[in-house]
């Protein structure tokens, strides 16, 4: 069966999928309770009536398959979907392909590998049998800037706390197990149950696998010496292992909860090869991990039931791990004596150089030639004439570590940074005050008085009052604008070099910010609420 043949028709899907969940019984209904198979059929709904019993059940009672609302057809396209995939099938892929919600396709996804590895713990593993482990997650993601990388393969930038070990054992001729660990020596007490009486053991050279010598008959091959030896060759296992990590590029990124069930899928595909005969028994295999009894681990899923990964301890007990959270690992921290820094993971970079590389231009030159400055990403500032007084009768307190910056007798009161620098300088200096938090912020100093500017009025007329601090800014305004790349961490480093008093949404609360709040406040509720809406354009205009 594959995504072409399989049936797009509900009853005869339905009929397919009833002959494959009772395949041991060649298609017959077996009660899921007294195991008989003599049961009554309805016409009218999909359901049996159990004649020893009188239990009724449906072809998807007490197996993973329970509290479907998928119909049976595109259960079977999804079937024949997961199956066909060589590396993995995405959530996004199938929710594509099927019409459904990503939500319905991840939980089904994740309920098929929930069963393949129910199933594959089950097995025994016989034969000659390959082991290994690989480290998988912790990764940091390295700085954009080249000369400030570092080598996060080394200490302390491997987080440990998130790395995980996947230990896998590969029956050359059978089943494959893989287990989740923080150390490959601890799944031995399961691969030990795991092994067959008369299993041969094949590994690497790592003192993790010494235990099971005397056991067990053990080939070793030191990898530092070669790959493979005539008498000893784990290549099966580290294949494996790198087909583990060819399913991170199918989908993208894998949540630490699920490691396990992404490693028993890898297993699962590689076990049912790529040759055609292997993939043919691929739906038949997982029809039959599906079909076991009990209910799916991912029953409730988005109820806030989350699934936890089985995870072995160093004691070689499996139990339910999930990844630490901020909190938790801030608290381990000060449980040995370290310091816990609030605020981001990383320290801000401070530039002691912020100052530099400034243009300076009047705001009336900008207004008469606004193709003067770039319209490209960068950092801009404002500077006002005379803005102590205003700053000091407003409240403002000026602080020792961050002083006002002064440029040619103007003093720095705003900060901004904008991918298009000449649309945003133009919409401070001539655009409307509903859009500019700048000009809103001056134009309700200019109410309260804290500015002696006569040619300025908060009025109810929307023209008179913008024409007015329009004026009002060529006269008394000039701004620096620098081009850049890195906008946020230019804006940072201003703002954390020097005062930039009207920069409110970023500081902490302080009683000026507050003051200024409230004027903004009252200036929108008693003045800019009685303007008349700005006229749109009409069809004439528009049109060419």
Known sequence: ??????????????????????????????????????????????????????????????TPWGYRKLPYDKIIFMLARFCEEADGLSAVSLADSL???????FVWLHKFRDAISTFAQSRELTGEVEIDGGEFGGFIRPKNVKKERQDHRKFPYRASDRTMIAVVAKSRDGPIQTWVAKHESHPRPQIDEALAHDAVLFTDKAASWNQFRGKRKL??????????????????????????RAVEDTHRHIVQNYFDLYAADAGWRVEFGRTKGKKKERVGSLMAAMSNPGRSGLVGYFQGRKRLCRYVGQDGEIGGWRPPTREERDNARRAKGK?????????????RNWSEGFTFIDAAAFTEAPTSVPDGPGVYIVLLKNAKQMLDQAGFIESATRPLWTHGGYQHIYTGESYGLRTRLTEHLTGSSEGASLR??????????????????????????EDGLTAWLKEEVVIGYKPSAHVRDYEADI????????????????????????????????????WKPLQSRSLKQVRR
């Open 495 to 530: 703002l954390n070099w020097t005062a930039s008093p009207l920069n409110i949404a970023r500081r902490a609360a302080n009683p000026f910010a507050d003051t200024i709040k409230e004027l903004r406040e009252r200036l929108r509720r008693e003045v800019i609420a009685h």
């Open 339 to 351: 310091e816990v820094r609030s605020g981001p993971l990383r320290p801000h970079r401070q530039m």
């Open 440 to 465: 809103q912020t001056l134009l309700a100093l200019h109410r309260e008085g804290a500015v002696g500017a006569a040619n300025v009025i908060a009025a109810d007329d929307r023209d008179l009052t």
């Open 99 to 105: 019409g459904i919600e990503y939500k319905t396709a």
């Open 219 to 244: 080939l070793q091959v030191n990898h530092s010496v070669s790959y493979a030896t005539p008498e000893a060759c784990t290549n099966g296992a580290e294949s494996l292992i790198r087909t583990i």
């Open 1 to 62: 069966m594959t995504p072409f043949n399989a049936p797009r028709d509900p009853v005869a899907a339905r009929e397919l999928f009833v002959r494959m969940r009772f395949a041991e019984t060649g298609g017959r209904p077996v009660c899921p309770k007294c195991n008989c198979d003599a049961v009554y059929t309805y016409k009218a709904r999909d359901i049996y009536k159990c004649k020893a019993c009188d239990r009724q059940f449906s072809p998807t009672s007490g």
